[in-house]
């Protein structure tokens, strides 16, 4: 390295250190001369704002999180129930700062099946309510819970995909509009997915205490994973080709995008699944299953859709299966045990952004070249899109 | 009702940490009471200690030479007294519950403002200075003219200004004052309001109403987050004050209770007590009892003379009958002694 090029070198470090210095000082004075009586902020009274969730209930005991979500400190000075002043302990003391939390214990005789409501008052007299819909018994963690969110994911995710994989023998007899009534079946179900888990998460999202901003998060997750999926993609098709596979592989290497895809909504179908057993607001329990049994059905279908010339391979399919339905067991553990809305619509986003993705793959499949909106307007691919999305529909008015 | 028990047994844990405490932490003490319901922790007394409230009134509590800045009395030839007082509207955040703090408007920096008590017949002179932010009256209930009335837009003192309230107490009985100043029912319930005793007059010497252990209770709240609805209710401004301080009485003593109605926001609100009965003389204004019960229940501005004597010894339940409220403070206890033998 030359004196000279090591110069430039420094140079353009200096350059582009520079105005991050001055922003470096620019803080230091405004912290350290903030003009507040200008301002007038002493004379405004301090932002206060509570974030309360997170609910559990034991017998004779409410505890929840508080979550500071404002700018400035808090402190909670008294706690009610139902109208009713209570004695609490904090497990972090009662002043918060910004994004700090506490968990408060309440030893309350609540009643099963009815609502409560606590209400935390700061030591300014604001106050902040939760609203317990129906009080449940939380449940424990324990192998029981473990067994059952287990056959939950197994019932809604796995045995669901693996039934629609079942539909492979048929997908290899279909004709060129056949395959192409199935492929849009398959992007209808899909949309419905998309933006059902659009939905979803953006009603997550504002959940969330404001600091955490879900919307962004979402939108974080969706990108990410629409990205990361599209480079997945690019890698797979890259590797097969050089390995001079046959042609036929790229139906396999779309079904794995779709499994994976499918596998990222799931798991966050899983999430909110598993949160709302949690939470006890699963009270139409057995109905949920079935719904979300017959609707995922579809997804498995949505799998093999693309594997119509493709010779049967077993393991394959199985792979892609679990690939596909796995994660929603993985899902209902982690919503059921740790829920956390912050976690659901980030991971609801990232089923939202891997779903756009398969749609994509797959509209891409279906139409090898020309434009692409004359061949959707063709009967078969109108047809299916149709379909698609009315099964979805209908299925989905079973899930509520 | 359930768990009330179990409050004095949390009381008393609680009682141990430091008063007043607003940024001490709860702790992590894992409760033994299955239930405990009130208020958690104790609101400094520093500045106002409700229990010195019950038996206060024209300054009763201040050492002789502070009195007299704010309480003077000068007998007439006719046998009457002049009362003159120093009344002041201030600003003053005020702790209602443990940890709870109010921007209260008051009266002498107190809420409720500081009881005035007179005789039938005796001058009232209040020399009243407004140090508030906003415009403020005295309006007393009882006979005066209208001028002396501080209600109309016209009587409004503003901040840095004067007014002097002049009129004969009358008639006797149990009276109120508050500020009557536009919008009436913030400048209430921020605080500007105390009680106005009219004793009636001696017959031949002797007194008309047989002494007693007397007491002043304000029935109050506070909407703390300004939506129109009380978050703290209690007697004499401290939620669930004497649960923790029990109002200590003789047995066999006769109690007067001098009770006024000024909670804002609620149509209503109620005496009720435990194990005992008493004759009520609403509004006062008749020595005899009109009924004799054991709960009793006003509108905003109605107030009543309650006489009861205590006939076993012990700890006697009193709040609002209205459960609502006694949970959100309008709970206290008495405790009822025999008297020593000795003394």
């Keep these: ?400 | 009702m359930a768990g009330l028990g179990s409050f004095a047994g949390g009381a008393a844990k609680i009682a141990s940490r430091s008063a007043g405490a607003q940024q001490e932490a709860v702790g992590d003490e894992i409760p033994r009471h299955p239930q405990r319901m009130g208020a958690i922790g104790r609101v400094s007394t520093e500045s106002f200690d409700p229990s010195l409230f019950l038996r206060t009134w024209n300054f009763s509590d201040r050492p002789e030479v502070e009195r007299r800045q704010f309480y003077r009395e000068t007998p007439r030839p006719d046998g009457t007294m002049l009362r003159e007082y120093e009344l002041f509207s201030i600003d003053r955040e005020i702790e209602i519950a443990p940890g709870v703090f109010f921007p209260a408007w008051t009266y002498n920096g107190q809420v409720p403002g500081p009881t005035l008590r007179a005789t039938e017949g005796d001058r009232v002179k209040v020399n009243f200075l407004n140090q508030g932010s906003h415009p403020h009256t005295i309006h007393f209930h009882g006979w005066h003219p209208p001028s002396m009335d501080g209600s109309l837009p016209e009587h409004e003192v503003r901040p840095g200004e004067r007014f002097v309230y002049e009129f004969d107490a009358e008639p006797f009985g149990v009276h109120l004052y508050h500020c009557h100043a536009a919008p009436l029912k913030r400048h209430i319930h921020k605080g500007l309001y105390g009680m106005f005793i009219v004793d009636p007059k001696d017959v031949g010497g002797v007194p008309a109403r047989e002494p007693a252990d007397e007491l002043v209770m304000v029935m109050n709240a506070f909407d703390t987050n300004f939506d129109a609805e009380n978050e703290v209710y209690a007697v004499n401004t401290v939620a669930h004050h004497h649960m923790h301080e029990p109002i200590r009485v003789k047995v066999g003593q006769l109690i007067r209770i001098y009770l006024v109605n000024l909670t804002e926001f609620d149509p209503i609100n109620s005496l009720h007590l435990h194990a005992t009965f008493f004759d009520v003389a609403r509004t006062g204004t008749r020595l005899e009892p009109t009924e004799t019960t054991d709960t009793l229940m006003l509108c905003q501005g109605e107030r009543a003379v309650i006489e009861t004597t205590f006939r076993y010894s012990g700890q006697f339940m009193f709040h609002a009958h209205q459960s609502e409220f006694a949970e959100l403070g309008w709970m206290g206890l008495f405790l009822a002694e025999e008297e020593r033998r000795d003394t």
């Design chain 1, 1 to 400: 390295m030359t004196p000279e090029t090591s110069n430039s070198v420094g140079r353009l470090w200096l350059i582009a250190l520079a105005p991050l210095a001055l922003l470096g000082v620019l803080l230091v004075v405004i912290v350290e001369t903030w003009p507040s009586d200008v301002i007038g902020a002493d004379a405004h009274p301090s932002v206060e704002k509570l974030s309360l969730a997170a609910a559990k209930l034991r017998p004779n005991e409410i505890s929840l999180t508080v979550l500071n979500d404002g700018p400035d400190p808090v402190t909670i000075a008294q706690v009610q129930v139902d109208e009713a002043y209570w004695a609490f302990t904090s497990d972090a003391g009662t002043m918060l700062n910004h994004l700090q939390s506490a968990r408060l214990t309440i030893p309350y005789p609540w009643v099963e099946g009815e609502k409560h409501v606590v209400r935390v008052v700061t030591s300014t007299g604001v106050t902040f309510d939760y609203e317990i819909a129906v009080a449940v018994e939380t449940p424990r963690p324990n192998v029981r819970y473990f067994v059952a969110f287990t056959l939950i994911g197994t019932y809604v995710g796995v045995i669901p995909v693996a039934l629609g994989l079942l539909w492979f023998p048929l997908v290899g007899r279909l004709g060129r509009a056949g395959l192409a009534f199935l492929l849009s079946l398959t992007v209808g179900l899909l949309l419905f997915l998309l933006v059902d888990a659009g939905q979803e998460g953006l009603e997550m999202a504002l959940v969330v205490p404001e600091s955490y901003q879900g919307v962004m998060l979402f939108v974080f997750g969706t990108v990410g994973a629409y990205l990361g999926l599209e480079s997945l993609g690019r890698w797979l098709r890259m590797k097969r080709q050089a390995a001079a596979a046959d042609v036929a592989t790229s139906g396999w290497a779309l079904a794995l995008l779709i499994a994976i895809g499918i596998g990222l909504h799931n798991f966050g179908e899983g999430l909110a699944i598993g949160a709302a057993f949690a939470l006890g607001e699963a009270g139409l329990g057995t109905l949920l299953i079935v719904g979300f049994t017959l609707h995922n059905t579809t997804e498995g279908l949505a799998i093999v859709a693309p594997l119509a010339h493709d010779r049967a391979r077993v393991g394959e399919l199985v792979r892609l299966g679990v690939i596909g339905g796995a994660p929603t067991i993985a899902g209902a553990w982690l919503g059921g045990l740790v829920y956390s809305p912050l976690w659901s619509v980030l991971f609801l986003g990232i089923g939202a952004g891997a779903i756009a993705q398969v749609v994509v793959q797959i509209v891409r499949q279906i139409v090898p070249e020309g434009p692409v909106l004359r061949f959707m307007s063709t009967a078969p691919v109108l047809s299916g899109l149709s379909a698609g999305f009315a099964i979805m529909y209908a299925t989905g008015m079973l899930v509520g």
